[in-house]
């Protein structure tokens, strides 16, 4: 049996149909997945920019450490003596008020100071 026109213009439009759906269908998974993958890419990037930050930290740590430990080089030995005695001093202050509790109250205080 000889198909109509209809039939004809039927089965064009289901094939250009499927065709059609088929394409989104393809198109719709790529875009999933480069949407996963720039997720990722946004991920690695932000943890690489993490640690490049904590990398500058501990760089300019050690270069401030190298500064103090030149400083204290180039001191006299009586100047070092000295600076010695007053970190010793300094620590055992800290000891003290740490074990007292009078920093955490002090920190406390003061940050109501600044409200």
Same mark, same amino acid.
Do not use: C
């Given at each position: 049996?000889k198909?109509?026109?209809?039939?004809?213009?039927?089965?064009?439009?289901?094939?250009?149909?499927?065709?059609?759906?088929?394409?989104?269908?393809?198109?719709?998974?790529?875009?999933?997945?480069?949407?996963?993958?720039?997720?990722?890419?946004?991920?690695?990037?932000?943890?690489?920019e @993490? $640690?490049? %930050?904590? !990398?500058?930290?501990r760089?300019?740590q050690?270069?401030?450490? #190298?500064? +103090?430990? @030149? $400083?204290? %080089?180039? !001191?006299?030995?009586?100047?070092?003596?000295?600076?010695?005695? #007053?970190? +010793?001093a @300094?620590?055992?202050?800290?000891d003290?008020?740490?074990?007292?509790?009078?920093?955490?109250?002090l920190?406390?205080?003061?940050?109501?100071?600044?409200?």
């Amino acid at each position: 049996m000889k198909e109509t026109r209809k039939q004809i213009e039927a089965n064009l439009r289901n094939k250009l149909a499927v065709q059609y759906k088929t394409k989104t269908d393809n198109l719709q998974k790529q875009i999933e997945a480069l949407q996963k993958t720039n997720h990722d890419l946004m991920v690695r990037a932000h943890k690489a920019e @993490q $640690e490049k %930050m904590e !990398m500058k930290d501990r760089l300019q740590q050690l270069e401030d450490w #190298n500064i +103090r430990l @030149q $400083e204290f %080089m180039d !001191m006299s030995e009586e100047d070092r003596q000295k600076h010695v005695e #007053n970190l +010793r001093a @300094q620590t055992e202050l800290n000891d003290t008020l740490n074990s007292l509790g009078l920093v955490k109250m002090l920190k406390y205080f003061d940050s109501k100071l600044w409200l």
